[in-house]
């Protein structure tokens, strides 16, 4: 489903923490409606290429635009781009004080100034889209692991995003819940969301994804379709590390 115009755009982006270079010279365009999978070793950048896109994380040098405008520093213009960059993380982050259905509704109505009655009757929707429906008046802690990430997927899909980040979104599951996740993402990316994805779910990678980006070093090593980079990586540091995660 992806259009080809594109949505993120990072153009010679370098990031430092101190003396150590995380990302060396990133460049990547990601079109609207396209899936891209991100791999790589431990601390390759991952994590932070990710968290400059909605700006967690400030760049050093280079460009980032998202639909067409630099990304903004601060204020209601970034309380914006971080609306329309919904992100999910390894740990779910869900407000452990308050409801399943509370979690989903509370953006909606403090940030894009919904009202209660529409927030909650759309965060139902997205609870029943992702599966917990029956879940919406429990407390994160009551709920499975999965359950819980399918809550942190429906929050960021009730500001209504143009993008969704997820960074290892299933690494802290139980294998049985990793799969619920997973469809949950997969039919995401059916209806065309524009999705960047960390993970070491080589299956996901393979179906749902329609390009592999492969970081070392804080660097992108390898920008190819699922197919190309699985049957023929072409440097020897992704072939290195396909045969080590996909042994395991
Ligand atoms: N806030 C920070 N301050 C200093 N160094 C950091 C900070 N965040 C990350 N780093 C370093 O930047 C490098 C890249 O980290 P990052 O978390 O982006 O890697 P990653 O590819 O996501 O790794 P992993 O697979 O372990 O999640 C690592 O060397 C890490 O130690
Ligand atoms: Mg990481």
């Known amino acids: 489903m992806a259009t ?21 010279d990133v460049s990547l365009s990601v079109g609207k409606g396209e899936v891209v999978v991100v791999i790589g070793p431990s601390g390759s950048g991952k994590s932070t290429l990710c968290r400059t896109i909605n700006r967690l994380e400030p760049i050093t040098s280079g460009t ?6 630099p990304l903004p520093a601060e204020g209601k213009a970034l309380a914006k781009l971080r609306s329309e960059v919904g992100m999910v993380f390894q ?9 399943i259905l509370e979690n989903v509704t509370l953006g909606p109505v403090k940030v894009r100034k919904e009202k209660a009655s529409v927030a909650r009757e759309r965060g139902l929707a997205l609870l029943d889209r992702v599966g917990i429906a029956n879940q919406a008046d429990k407390f994160p802690a009551q709920l499975s692991g999965g359950q819980q990430q399918r809550a942190a997927i429906a929050r960021a899909l009730a500001m209504q995003p143009k993008a969704m980040l997820f960074d290892e979104p299933t690494s802290a599951l ?12 997969t039919s995401l990316a059916g209806e ?12 996901f990678a393979r179906h749902a994804a329609n390009r592999v980006i492969f970081m070392a070093d804080g660097q ?29």
């Open 174 to 185: 139980d294998p049985e819940m990793v799969g619920e996740v997973l469809d949950v993402m």
């Open 192 to 203: 065309g969301m524009t999705m960047v994805v960390v993970t070491h779910e080589m299956g």
């Open 91 to 99: 740990s779910f982050n869900l407000f452990a004080h308050k409801t």
């Open 4 to 24: 080809g115009e594109p949505l993120i755009v990072l153009d010679g982006v370098n990031k430092w923490f101190g003396p150590l270079h995380v990302l060396d």
């Open 220 to 248: 992108l090593v390898e920008d190819a379709p699922p197919s190309q980079f699985f049957a023929n990586p072409r440097s020897e540091r992704a072939r290195d590390f396909l045969s080590k995660i996909l042994t395991h």
């Open 64 to 69: 980032i635009t998202f639909d067409g405008q």
